[in-house]
């Protein structure tokens, strides 16, 4: 896995989707791998059952023969579904509707956020750009001594993960980062979004789709401007900086998106 970090009203179809998106996802099930297609197919087919967590799905074959695809594929879109809570696989059991607990620990959102779905993961970005924008602005007021060490820390810990290119240490220092704005901003509340909504963003990855594409040395310097601006006692420069970073890593999302989309 590689480095994570964090207009015009659109017509909208006969089932009052967007029409440009419906668009964009029809375009994207004709290049996006297939075991992505097929885990929403999965999705889809829990749906139309109404089947409840302890269920049990047809087998791995019969999902292959019933979505016209092969078991290695169908068995590739499990292992998406059972790391986002939604299936689990049992072995010398079968495949069953898991109760919403993911194999990574997302919480109460789980049940509403499919990784494969790609309108979730923009609007997962506009509620991560809401929430931290502020706890970047409360950080700003209220970060103890010891929690602008832990961020400082934090910053530092990308900027040698990059120069390295280690992944683990560049992730590691990421997560520590936008944690560490949470917790020096006091609200229990909003630690716990931040948390949550990181946790939900990091299924996309299961997926192998990614942020920070060529960005990574600029979301370097993004996270210090952020630092700054906290250790200042500047609220809205904070958030201002907050919301740059957040904006240009969605930026590498679409860029990424539209690279499987059209090739």
């Known amino acids: 896995m590689r480095r994570k970090v964090d207009g015009v009203p659109l017509a909208s179809d006969h089932t009052g989707a967007p029409a440009s998106r419906t668009a964009q996802r029809e375009a994207a099930d004709a290049y996006r791998p297939r075991y992505e297609v097929v885990a929403g197919q999965i999705l889809e087919l829990i749906r139309e059952l109404a089947m409840r967590p302890g269920d049990?799905?047809?087998?791995?074959?019969?999902?292959?023969?019933?979505?016209?695809?092969?078991?290695s594929v169908v068995r590739d879109a499990v292992k998406i579904l059972s790391a986002s809570g939604r299936v689990s696989a049992q072995k010398g059991r079968g495949l069953y509707v898991a109760n919403g607990e993911p194999a990574m620990g997302a919480?109460?959102?789980?049940?509403?956020?499919?990784?494969?779905?790609?309108d979730h993961i923009f609007m997962l970005f506009e509620f991560r750009r809401i929430q931290e924008m502020h706890a970047s602005r409360l950080a700003?007021?209220?970060?103890?001594?010891s929690e602008l060490r832990d961020i400082e820390s934090a910053v530092q810990a990308c900027r040698q993960g990059h120069a390295d290119g280690d992944d683990a240490q560049f992730n590691h220092g990421d997560e520590a980062f936008h944690l560490g704005i949470a917790a020096a901003s006091h609200n229990v509340f909003l630690v716990s979004a931040v948390r949550e909504a990181r946790s939900?963003?990091?299924?996309a990855s299961v997926i192998g789709l990614h942020g920070l594409g060529g960005h990574a040395a600029a979301a370097v310097e993004e996270h210090a401007a952020i630092y700054r601006a906290i250790r200042d006692g500047e609220p809205e420069a904070a958030a201002e900086a907050t919301s740059v970073h957040l904006d240009n890593?969605?930026?590498?999302?679409?860029?990424?998106?539209?690279?499987r989309v059209f090739g």
């Open 56 to 71: 049990r799905l047809p087998t791995e074959k019969d999902l292959a023969l019933r979505l016209g695809t092969s078991r």
């Open 107 to 118: 919480g109460r959102w789980v049940g509403s956020f499919e990784p494969t779905n790609l």
């Open 140 to 145: 700003a007021r209220r970060a103890s001594p």
């Open 200 to 203: 939900l963003q990091r299924q």
């Open 249 to 259: 890593t969605l930026e590498d999302y679409r860029r990424e998106i539209q690279r």
